[in-house]
């Protein structure tokens, strides 16, 4: 029963890792950080699978974590969806390294590893390379900043070929 646990203990732990080669940003001040972030670009995963105009919404909790709400529209259903989240600071407040969990007990690694000036995008990835987001505080960026993801994140070995640009524009659905 002890190994169990530890071997237990071990995973659990594993999914607030930070992958080989990510440095999470230092200086990271959660105030400037909440608010609403609209993603520009992922890698694909289940729980995303067919998402377009999606956003994240950060705002403080009581108990000094972070609410996390994120929304987009399933365009196979035609419908929105929204999943609430929590997150915490996995070291100090000042690194940009949080855990964050929408399923319980569970929780996965949320690492900032490059953050624009007044906080205006996010490279955000967590315990492994599979995933990747790019937010950003507007709907659209220019070319030049896409490139500049693209490069960054291929550079420290993320699989940049599958990339998703996600669509922002209001396609006839109700907004939220």
Not at 46 to 71: C, H, L, P, T, W
């Amino acid at each position: 029963m002890r190994y169990i646990l530890a071997g237990l203990i071990l995973l659990l732990s594993g999914c607030v890792g930070v992958p080989e080669g990510i440095t999470p940003i230092t200086n990271f001040n959660i105030d400037r950080y909440a608010g609403t972030w609209y993603e520009i670009a992922r890698l694909d995963h289940s729980f995303e699978r067919d998402m377009e105009q999606v956003s994240a919404e950060y705002s403080m909790r009581e108990d000094g974590g972070v609410k996390v709400i994120n929304r987009g529209f399933d365009t196979k259903a035609q419908e929105w969806k929204e999943a609430e989240g929590k997150a915490y600071f996995v070291e100090d407040q000042d690194t940009g390294h949080l855990k964050v969990s929408f399923f319980g007990p569970f929780y996965g690694s949320y690492i900032v590893f490059e953050l624009g000036e007044d906080e205006q995008y996010a490279f955000v990835t967590s315990s492994d390379k599979s995933y990747l987001w790019f937010l950003s505080r507007t709907k659209e960026v220019d070319d030049e900043l896409k490139q500049h993801f693209i490069e960054t994140v291929r550079n420290l070995g993320f699989d940049s070929h599958s990339i998703i640009f996600v669509d922002q524009k209001n396609m006839n659905q109700t907004a939220r």
